[in-house]
């Protein structure tokens, strides 16, 4: 009778006895979701709400004004995690501008083979530098990037038995 179906997760739920308009089942999952719709939606249609949103932040840095040089002082690890994820997030941002940039020049990266994760599969039709691969693979063993199109390819790409 008040039985519904989720937006989020799919699955069926019994609404509230004191909360019979409810969309969303009580999953913590599926209400941070709805939460964060609705500050999305929010902030997209008032000004007001936009603003305060906006001027939060500005107004704890305010009252608070030592707060992250007195966390750094104290929680060196944390500062030292936080520079090595900088400079891996730097990295991507650089080798994804490269890659974007049809101007880019492969002959001065120094590996001789690099491999490209998934997309190695089609390398051999769609190859632009036969003489080097670039490496996108989330794993580090070269067992988890396959080489299939380079059987197809005796264009000299090496294969994972070679390297």
Known sequence: MNDRRCPYCQRAFRTAPNHPQQHVCSEPKCQRQRRRDYHR???ASDPVYRQVCLDSPRK????HPGYWKQYRQAHPQQVAQ?????QRRDQKRRLVNHVNN??????HLPPDAWRLGQSILHL????????QVVDFCPHSSFETCALASCQQHPSGIATVADL
């Open 102 to 107: 049809m101007a880019f020049n492969l002959e």
């Open 41 to 43: 939606h929010k902030i």
């Open 124 to 131: 051999a039709n769609n190859n632009l530098a036969p003489g």
């Open 82 to 86: 936080n520079r090595q994820r900088q």
């Open 60 to 63: 704890w840095r305010e009252a």
